[in-house]
């Protein structure tokens, strides 16, 4: 009967023993009679999984696993039983794939298999006793830092590429971190390196050391010292100190990098202790070359589109203690794409995948934006399109009045000191690690606000009418964002201001002469504060009460003359008869 087989079988075949058994019927094809499958397995980033075949199958059977691409290494052997292991993937991360089984009849099955990558119980970021040490350069010089421990094969570092004149170059496959110093720096001064690691099995871990700057070398010769060492050009010394090897000794061996990979080389041959070997660290065609110095080994990152075939090929030199040099040539080339003979079979051939490999340093779109900061303040900055999984390392340091650290896995913590002159700038390079291990820098300008000038704004003293208004507007600039409010205003005053102009009304009382000052209380935008006094005053004399004029004698020898007294007495009648003759001739009776 003709089975179809698919993945959703594999989780439920039940786990046995592959053993070697005839056909059950010889008129049968084998690939109808036998039925091979896998249970799908996990295995930790850069450990190995074993998958068994589940089945039987007669004796003659033989077994090819499909080429799995970039990422993954599969092997099968003449029992059936797969090897995988995953190199530099991250949990999460899986194959599916097939093993061709081939009968003796000449039939064939595909037995599918599925391999995820899932998170050790301990990570390596807390296994591992990892360190780059501290180290002193002179001024104007460079200082080598190497891992305590060999990195675990997938490891891949973030480091920033300095500040303040510092350079820091960061070789990620052997970790090695060269530190120039700026030529002009002082003795004791020092920069504080931040790398970030991402493990193959997804830890990350944070690492600081600090480099200072010592006394200038006043000879050529200097006392030895312990790792890290600085990293110098080679010379010629006067005399050897060891044999050059002998002619031949030294090789690379031609090796296929299949396009997207990552591979390193070695050096084959005995190297003499203290030789340099100074080779290819670029980008080239779409490849990246990297050269460790000390061991000769090349490590190879092909392009994603790398054509079969392709070769590359270079020269390296190698510099002996006694500064003779040898050229050695490596090369390097893209496998052809393994194919299968097809065979008859009643089986459909699954189609073998594996996990995209597009670095999100090509694909995602990350920035950071210049920021602005007031003295004695303090703010985060965190990248703009971050995709999930990234994390921000930078150079965490106290200097010129800055200080940088990070906070959290994805900001930038920046503070500014108390006094800073506004306009200073801060310039910062980020190195960003995303979460399938590749890394990229960024660079941005934090720059100090400047102060807003509050006392370039004045009042000018105005007059107002006994109980008139007057309108005042303030001489100057006024900051942007400022906004104005009136403060106590005196009793019988009244004032309103305009919030965003700083226009002042002011309403005086009925009352002459009088002089105040009406409080306005200004807002910056920068959170300050200053109040300006607007000196108001009303116009006219001041008003003031007299008491009655007395009464002036007809005769003022005779105040008390009772005929001047009756005369005055009748003309103010008459006076008053008169006026009210005029307002209608009414005369009210008493």
């Not at 965003?500 to 009088?514: D, I, M, N, Q």
Request: hydrophobic share 40%.
């Amino acid at each position: 009967m003709n089975r179809t087989r698919s993945l959703a079988l594999l989780t439920a075949a039940a786990l046995t023993t592959a053993t070697v058994a005839p056909a059950a019927h010889a008129a049968d094809w084998m690939s109808h009679v036998y039925n091979p499958t896998y249970a799908s397995a996990e295995t930790a980033p850069g450990a190995e999984a074993r998958l068994t075949l589940n089945g039987s199958y007669p004796a003659g059977t033989t077994f090819a696993v499909a080429a799995a691409g970039a990422g993954w290494d599969l092997s099968v052997d003449d029992r059936g039983t797969v090897t995988a292991r995953p190199l530099g993937q991250y949990p999460g991360a899986y194959v599916q794939n097939y093993v061709t089984v081939t009968y003796p009849d000449g039939t064939v099955d595909y037995a599918p298999f599925t391999v995820r990558v899932v998170r050790p119980a301990v990570s390596l970021a807390d296994s591992l006793q990892l360190s780059w040490g501290d180290a002193t350069v002179a001024p104007g010089g460079s200082v080598t830092l190497r891992p305590s421990v060999q990195l675990p094969e997938g490891t891949q570092l973030a480091a920033p590429a300095g500040s303040g004149g510092w350079r820091i170059d960061a070789d990620r496959s052997s970790g090695n971190v060269t530190v120039t110093a700026p030529a002009g720096a002082r003795a004791g001064a020092g920069i504080a390196l931040t790398l970030g690691a991402a493990f193959p099995d997804g830890s990350t871990k944070q690492y600081t050391s600090r480099v200072t700057v010592g006394q200038a070398a006043a000879t050529t010769t200097a006392a030895a010292t312990t790792a890290p060492t600085a990293t110098t050009k080679p010379s010629t010394p006067t005399q050897p100190t060891t044999p050059q090897p002998a002619p031949g000794a030294l090789s690379y061996a031609d090796t296929p990098v299949p396009a997207g990979s990552q591979v390193t080389v070695y050096l084959n041959g005995t190297l003499p202790d203290g030789s340099r070997v100074y080779g290819p660290n670029q980008k080239y065609n779409g490849w990246t070359l990297r050269t460790d110095e000390v061991t000769g080994a090349i490590t190879y990152t092909a392009p994603a589109d790398a054509k079969p075939g392709y070769a590359l090929k270079l020269d390296v030199t190698v510099v002996f203690p006694d500064g003779t040099r040898r050229t050695v040539p490596a090369s390097v080339h893209v496998p052809a794409a393994t194919t299968t003979t097809a065979q008859p079979t009643t089986t459909a051939q699954p189609t073998a995948t594996t996990t995209p490999r597009r670095p999100a340093s090509e694909t995602a779109n990350v920035s950071i934006d210049n920021a602005t900061i007031k003295a004695g303040e303090s703010i985060v900055v965190t990248p703009k399109g971050l995709p999930a999984g990234a994390r921000v390392f930078v150079t965490e340091e106290t200097r010129g009045g800055w200080t940088i650290a990070r906070d959290g896995d994805t900001g930038i913590r920046i503070t500014a000191a108390q006094g800073m002159a506004p306009g200073s700038v801060l310039r910062i390079n980020a190195a960003i690690l995303f979460a399938d291990g590749s890394s990229v820098n960024r660079t941005f300008d934090t720059t100090v606000a400047p102060r807003l000038d509050a006392a370039s704004l004045s009042y000018p003293a105005a007059t107002v009418a006994p109980g008139g208004s007057v309108n005042v507007t303030p001489a100057g600039v006024v900051p942007r964002g400022t906004t104005f409010q009136v403060g106590q205003v005196p009793d019988g005053w009244r004032a309103t201001v305009n919030r965003t102009t700083g226009r002042v009304t002011v309403r005086a009382p009925r009352s002459a002469g009088e002089a105040v000052k009406v409080p306005v209380v200004a807002s910056l935008s920068d959170g300050s504060t200053h109040t300006y006094e607007l000196d108001v005053r009303t116009t006219g004399a001041a008003t003031t009460t007299a008491p009655a004029p007395a009464p002036t004698p007809s005769d003022p020898g005779n105040p008390g003359n009772p005929g001047a007294i009756a005369a005055g007495v009748l003309a103010g009648l008459a006076l008053t008869l008169g006026m009210l003759g005029l307002l209608g001739g009414y005369i009210p009776f008493f």
